[in-house]
């Protein structure tokens, strides 16, 4: 079993930063890709973000191309989103999801439970 735990979320004024991390238990978390999404409330969840296990070839979703980022460190079982210029749009729950073969897909195993994110204006 694998278990996924975010951190990293709050309130910050519009043009600010923010890092997610997400910390997954389990021995195998280098053989998981992994991945970001988000959920607005009354909307459907987003993709935003994911990586490959070995960390490479990261990719984003439009609407966050160009000021969100990826990576990850296996080492410490962590993976993590870097969010510059936030906007109020971006104000939603982050999820952080793992899965095998999942590069390239919706199809992720395993989820965590969420961060907020609010961004006011």
């Known amino acids: 079993q694998v278990h996924l735990v975010e951190s990293g979320g709050g309130l910050v004024q519009a043009g600010c930063s923010l890092r997610l991390s997400c910390a997954v238990s389990?021995?195998?978390?280098?053989?998981?890709?992994m991945a970001w999404f988000r959920q607005a409330p009354g909307k459907e969840r987003e993709f935003a973000a994911a990586i490959r296990w070995s960390g490479t070839s990261p990719y984003y979703g439009d609407s966050v191309k160009g000021r969100f980022t990826i990576s990850r460190d296996n080492a410490k079982n962590t993976v993590y989103l870097r969010m510059n210029s936030l906007q109020p749009e971006d104000t939603a729950v982050y999820y952080c999801?793992?899965?095998?073969?999942?590069?390239?897909?919706?199809?992720?195993?395993?989820w965590g439970q969420g961060t907020q994110v609010t961004v006011s204006s």
């Open positions: 389990g021995r195998t978390f280098s053989s998981y890709d």
């Open positions: 999801a793992a899965g095998r073969a999942a590069y390239g897909t919706y199809e992720y195993d395993y």
